[in-house]
């Protein structure tokens, strides 16, 4: 496997349709992004709920990522979207930060230090990354907006309805055009301008959801299944005034961000607007109602009317032989 990361440039190549500067590595593993800390511990948070087991090991391993989200949240870091340039205060990665330390409570115990820093957090996003209208800010004390904003109603996060939808409308308002929404405007250390991203448009169907909106959320969520190529599958990107896919394809994250809107919108539809509120965990906890054992297979009947098999078929299953 390649180890060597360091990012060059390759002169004399185009690029597909003229998309130079082609480059070799990534200079995005020696970036800090705050944003993964939280995703570590939410993910981690629903594996349990869904029934995972964390033992000793892997509690210390998350008492560890807790412990950089505690150490290292009011530093300035480089974001989700891994953007070129100085570090920058993201109001999204503070966010990501009181996520992990909130998660780290509810899997490891309750920690005074940890709920001084999300006090601290809560406090600095209040004072230093909202906007005078009262939007959330892409970062302290600067004038942008990042779509990344979309997805903080369902992070469990203190947000009162009023910044929630300011927020949503200064996107639609400044990122939106058509269906498809932009990650952000502004430079980033990157020449030429970019595509919708289409991970932004389905995280709108989410944040329509959380302010009851429903019949928006469908619609947009119809009109952007109907958007996918022929065998389903969706770009990274997208140009709204064309509908042409640019970027990664396929992109994982898009298709990520796919699902996550239809299981909002079935539970908004069966449960109504509260059955979104906190985290992922919390939600998979009204979805689902077993994961495990006989209970799990009397859900899954409940939900399906279907009996099928218990055990899976031999065609199914890739027999020893054919694997070696």
Request: glycine share 12%; net charge positive.
């Amino acid at each position: 496997a390649e180890t060597d990361l360091a990012e060059r440039e390759i002169d004399g190549i185009e690029g597909y349709r003229g998309s130079a500067p082609v480059r070799t590595g990534n200079g995005a593993f020696c970036q800090t992004q705050l944003d993964v800390y939280g995703a570590v511990l939410d993910w981690a948070l629903l594996y349990r709920e869904l029934g995972g087991r964390i033992g000793r090991k892997q509690a210390g391993m998350l008492r560890t990522v807790a412990d950089g989200a505690l150490r290292r949240w009011c530093e300035p870091e480089h974001g989700i979207w891994e953007m070129r340039g100085p570090r920058r205060h993201h109001v999204h990665g503070k966010i990501m930060s009181w996520v992990a330390l909130d998660r780290a409570g509810r899997l490891l115990g309750a920690d005074p230090a940890l709920e001084a820093a999300k006090r601290a957090i809560a406090t600095a996003v209040g004072e230093q990354g909202r906007s005078p209208e009262g939007w959330l800010r892409q970062a302290f004390g600067e004038d942008g907006i990042d779509a990344s904003a979309l997805t903080v109603p369902l992070l469990g996060y203190p947000l009162d309805r009023r910044v929630v939808e300011a927020t949503v409308a200064a996107v639609e308002r400044r990122l939106r055009r058509g269906d498809y929404v932009y990650r952000y405007h502004g430079p980033d250390g990157l020449p030429g301008d970019e595509g919708a991203f289409l991970i932004c448009s389905f995280w709108l169907v989410d944040a329509l959801l959380s302010l009851d909106r429903p019949q928006e959320a469908r619609k947009l969520f119809e009109r952007l299944l109907a958007c996918a190529n022929d065998v389903g599958l969706y770009a990274e990107e997208i140009d709204p005034a064309s509908g042409e896919f640019l970027g990664n394809f396929p992109q994982a994250f898009t298709h990520l961000a796919l699902v996550g809107a239809a299981f909002h919108l079935d539970l908004y539809e069966r449960k109504g607007a509260r059955a979104l509120a906190g985290c992922h965990a919390d939600r998979a906890r009204r979805h689902i109602r077993a994961t495990l054992g006989w209970r799990a297979l009397w859900a899954f009947f409940r939900a399906t009317g279907r009996a099928g098999r218990l055990l899976p078929s031999w065609r199914s299953v890739l027999r020893r032989g054919l694997c070696r």
